[in-house]
């Protein structure tokens, strides 16, 4: 069965990766559910806490939209700015 | 003295072995090192990021790696390095980047190609790193060079990606 992530998870997967279900199916993948399921909320709970104090510090940014600001070059700004209109 | 440690109490398998001189083996300890089985031609020059293709592997230990894509088994810290040599390079590219990504981040080697191509065209890029990466992250290796036409080769010699768990 595959894995559907929670809101939270969803969330905080962002928080550290572009492709959040990406991130996902690949580990099921590998790993089968019942592997991946236990890694997947291994991930989050380590970086739950920084996701939380960064959004309670104002002005969050999910991985993806910080990638987009930093992102120097016209045309990879682009391609980034698909993957989110993509979500 | 030696010391082997086995899977488990019913598992006789060697996982881990230490000889008399104190020197220790883990034969399954995450650690990768491949190669590419061909040249890939043509895969940039235009902007397109070409994802390095690693048909070889010299080794794999614990079978980590796959489709051109390390899977960490556990989180640890990582140590990454890769090498990509690139052929057909003239003065038209003015931008290259050469990345390891990694599920949480990208590291980023970025360069003047023309500076560093020899009288052939050719040209080596390396990139080393500690990433942090969770259990089930995945890390692979890209090449992207700007400014010109889709005429850019990844050659054999000179291309590799390894890498070890390191604690």
């Known amino acids: 069965m595959a894995i559907t992530l929670t809101s939270r998870q969803q969330l905080v997967l962002r928080h550290v990766v572009i492709n959040a279900e990406g991130w996902v199916q690949h580990a099921e993948t590998k790993f089968g559910t019942e592997i991946a399921t236990t890694m997947l909320e291994q991930k989050v709970a380590r970086h739950e806490t920084d996701y939380d104090a960064k959004v309670a510090a104002g002005s969050y940014k999910d991985r993806l939209d910080k990638d987009i600001d930093e992102e120097n070059m016209d045309s990879e700004k682009a391609k980034l700015q698909a993957i989110k209109d993509a979500r | ?167």
């Open chain 2, 1 to 167: 003295m030696a010391i082997t440690l086995h899977g488990t109490l019913t598992d006789n398998t060697d996982v881990a072995t230490k000889d008399s001189n104190g020197i220790m083996v883990n034969a399954t300890q995450p650690a990768f090192s491949v190669v590419p089985a061909s040249a890939q031609d043509n895969c940039t020059g235009n902007g397109t990021n070409a994802t390095v293709v690693f048909g070889t592997e010299i080794f794999d230990k614990n079978a980590d790696f796959a489709s051109n894509t390390f899977t960490a088994p556990v989180t640890g810290s990582y140590f990454l390095s890769a090498s990509v040599t690139i052929h057909d390079v003239d003065a038209n590219f003015t931008t290259g980047r050469l990345h390891i990504v990694t599920s949480n981040r990208a590291y980023l080697y970025e360069f003047d190609p023309a500076e560093n191509i020899s009288g052939a065209g050719v040209g080596s890029y390396s990139i080393t790193v500690l990433a942090d990466m969770d259990a089930a992250d995945t890390s692979t290796v890209t090449m992207q060079l700007f400014d010109s036409s889709l005429t850019v080769d990844i050659q054999t010699s000179g291309t590799f990606f390894q890498g070890h768990l390191v604690g």
